[in-house]
């Protein structure tokens, strides 16, 4: 992958579509269940981390390198 401008803005476009989907989804996972939300709270958490993985496609064990070479 070339770092041009327009793959950079492509990446940052995908990452940012994915964790406003995740944040919508754990709001109202959380109001389901009448607990509050904080963005510290999730962005500190494993879960923020696994949630992200999950909807990018990214499985975290050996070949998680080759995973992202090939993509």
Sequence with gaps: MDYLPNNIEDGYEYAVTIVRKNVTYEKDRRDQKGETYSHSSYF????????????????????????LIDK
């Excluded at 993985?53 to 990214?58: K, S």
């Design 44 to 67: 500190k958490s494993a879960q923020c981390r696994i949630d992200y993985n999950t909807v990018a496609g990214i499985s975290e064990n050996y070949d998680l390198i080759e995973k």
